[in-house]
């Protein structure tokens, strides 16, 4: 199974949430968790991997071979991210709008364009208490997240339980993470701020097909509209951790709360048992 940890805005506690649930599971079943958090991968803060392997992650870029180039401007037209121009008799290739999709070397009529790799970011895996950890880190100044994500997803191993940490937001490399999850868990605080992303958060998990249920983190320091929401939309509010000066202080020191606080590993375990129970009905 396939368990994406999200959420509609950065610092609701998603990776307190995906860690925490990762650990309480660690001697139930074997476990993957992939940080797919590219942008600023933070899940090895809290696992503590020992990383055994690190690889590059590349796309492939096109490179003009001038003297068979006729100017026929074919590859402009079919990219679709604008990434490559033709005027009169030059071509113009702009490697940081360009997703390495192929399409412009594959449709040049005249075998003008020829492919090399450029780094867009790296993969490291690990592990850590019996856990195999995954993480992309995207190359700083590099806006292409969603090749990083597909590199880590490619790693994932169906026979293991899979928790991926997913950025914040609704992005594209949101939706690269979340798509292909059999659940997604949405964290959330009881705010206005946090009730408005939740909803945008819903829409997506929603159009994606995947069912969802909500983690309300810092509950009891906002108003009861987050609960309210999720009621008229029958969605299963599955947690609530309350706001806590100890909590807090165990997040700031990378120790999740069910190392912290051992306690929670039960509140940790329902969860699962939750989310199991809600994918299969659905599948069912
Ligand atoms: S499609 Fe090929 S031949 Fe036509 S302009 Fe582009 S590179 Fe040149
Ligand atoms: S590889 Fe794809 S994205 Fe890049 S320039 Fe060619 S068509 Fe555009």
Not at 79 to 101: D, M, Q, R, S, T
Not at 117 to 129: A, D, M, R
Not at 147 to 176: F, M, T, W, Y
Request: charged share 20%; net charge negative.
């Amino acid at each position: 199974m396939i368990i994406a940890v999200a959420s509609g805005k950065g610092g609701t506690g998603k990776t307190l949430v995906a860690t925490s649930l990762a650990l309480s599971l660690e001697n139930k079943k074997p476990v993957q968790l992939l940080d797919c958090d590219v942008e600023e991968p933070n899940a090895y803060i809290f696992i503590k991997p020992s990383f055994s392997h690190k690889e590059t992650v590349t796309i492939p870029i096109p490179q003009l071979v001038e003297k068979r180039c006729t100017y026929c401007g074919k590859c402009a037209e079919v990219c679709a991210y604008n990434a490559i121009a033709v005027f009169l008799k030059i071509v113009l290739i702009f490697p940081e709008l360009c997703h390495g999709c192929g399409a412009c070397s594959y449709l040049c009529p005249e075998d003008a364009l020829s492919e090399v790799n450029k780094e867009v970011g790296i993969l490291e895996i690990g592990c850590s208490k019996g856990i195999e950890f995954i993480q992309g880190e995207l190359t700083i100044g590099e806006a292409m997240a969603p090749p990083v994500i597909k590199e880590v997803k490619r790693h994932i191993n169906q026979e293991k339980l899979i928790i991926i940490d997913v950025a914040p937001g609704i992005s594209c490399p949101v939706v690269e993470a979340v798509k292909g999850s059999d659940f997604c868990l949405l964290v959330t605080e009881p705010t206005p701020f946090g009730l408005n992303d939740l909803a945008l958060a819903v829409d997506m998990v929603n159009k994606l097909n995947i069912p969802c249920g909500v983690v309300i983190n810092r509950d009891g320091a906002g108003d009861s509209k987050v609960e309210e929401y999720c009621r008229k939309e029958g969605i299963p509010v599955l947690l609530r951790i309350p706001l806590d000066i100890e909590i807090a202080r165990l997040y700031s020191r990378g120790i999740t709360l069910v190392e912290g606080i051992p306690q929670w590993q039960e509140a940790f375990l329902s969860l699962y048992n939750d989310i199991e129970q809600i994918a299969h009905q659905t599948q069912g």
